[in-house]
């Protein structure tokens, strides 16, 4: 936890340096034009952020939430394959580069360094200059080894996209609604077809977002991958379509400088978000994951649970269940179920 709060920290005073020079007003303009864009639903063939102003606006008003969103879904992969921390990893889509500041918070060591003390091998590629161009001046003046070794590459995203072979992680966060439905499955696909290890797909946490994890989920599968999470199990999820939507919830921090930009007045946020991690070995998953936010009622907490056996179902833990009631009482949304140390059900 050390290094995720480090990281986190650096991040969040290297976004506030990089601020200081730029007008409010210029800045709220430029937030007003990624909010328009992000609530549309027409795919895009360009890259949105255009110049530094609109890098700057970005990274101020999405960096950290993307931060926290895709640091939650390395973590439960890392859950999935304990001891395994990858070498390579290729961010693609990357921009500003919160992914890799994210691998960097669950990878890390004390120091910053990668795994065994040697910076992972790191590329972001990105279709954006000016976006490559800040998230390289953010990691370089993090102090952090591993970030200062990233290197920054453009390239457009689609069809023809070539990733290099080997990397242990591939990630793609925030990416594929920007995408033609036939570049996405073309992205996923070659995201599988280089990746040595694991995939980790990360969308908004609403009902389309959610239908193009499932759509890269299915990709991936189908690929030879297993699910490491969120899922504890490889079927088809068991969420009829048109009825809900699997999506989790991270705690975002924000600065005094976040709120103004955004206009907010609180010191966090909640950032909703999907997801799927797959990896080629067979991870080691839990039997269950919590899909909604635990239901605390007096003597008792009231789990949604998506399981490996009988798809959904909803658990009771109750005061009589005694140290199992106090694990599900500290349980929060999107962690497993039930704790390692006790594996049985409260109901066996």
Request: aromatic share 6%; with cysteine.
């Amino acid at each position: 936890m050390n290094a995720t709060l480090s990281t986190a920290e650096t991040l969040r005073s290297r976004l506030g340096r990089l601020l200081d020079g730029l007008p409010p007003k210029q800045a709220a303009q430029a937030v007003d034009r990624l909010i328009a864009h992000y609530r549309g639903t027409t795919p895009t063939d360009a890259p949105v952020l255009r110049d530094r102003s609109d890098v700057a606006a970005y990274a101020a008003y999405r960096m950290p939430a993307t931060f926290e969103a895709v640091r939650a879904a390395l973590e439960a992969l890392a859950d999935a394959v304990p001891g395994w921390a990858p070498g390579g990893h290729v961010d693609v889509g990357g921009g500003t580069g919160a992914a890799v500041w994210a691998a960097d918070a669950v990878w890390g060591g004390d120091d910053g360094s990668g795994a065994g003390g040697t910076p992972r091998s790191t590329t972001v590629l990105d279709w954006a200059e000016p976006a490559l161009a800040l998230g390289r001046e953010l990691a370089e003046s993090s102090g952090i080894p591993a970030l200062r070794a990233v290197r920054w590459r453009t390239g457009r995203i689609g069809e023809a996209l070539r990733l290099p072979e080997g990397s242990d992680l591939v990630t793609v966060s925030y990416v594929l609604k920007e995408l033609a439905e036939r570049d996405r499955a073309a992205l996923v696909t070659e995201a599988a077809r280089a990746s040595a290890q694991a995939v980790v797909i990360v969308e908004p946490g609403t009902p389309d977002g959610y239908l193009r994890v499932i759509e890269a989920r299915d990709l991936l599968i189908g690929a030879g991958f297993h699910v490491a999470a969120p899922c504890p199990h490889d079927t088809a999820c068991p969420i009829a379509p048109g009825t809900d939507w699997c999506h989790f919830s991270a705690r975002v921090s924000r600065s005094s400088l976040h709120r103004q930009v955004k206009g907010g007045s609180l010191p966090y946020e909640d950032e909703k978000f999907s997801y799927v991690a797959a990896v080629r070995s067979v991870p080691d998953r839990a039997p269950a994951r919590i899909v909604r936010k635990p239901q605390l009622r007096k003597g008792q907490v009231l789990l949604e649970l998506c399981t490996a056996t009988d798809a959904l179902r909803r658990e009771t833990v109750t005061k009589r269940h005694g140290p199992l009631y106090r694990a599900a009482r500290d349980r929060g949304w999107g962690e497993s179920w039930p704790p390692e140390e006790d594996q049985g059900w409260p109901g066996e």
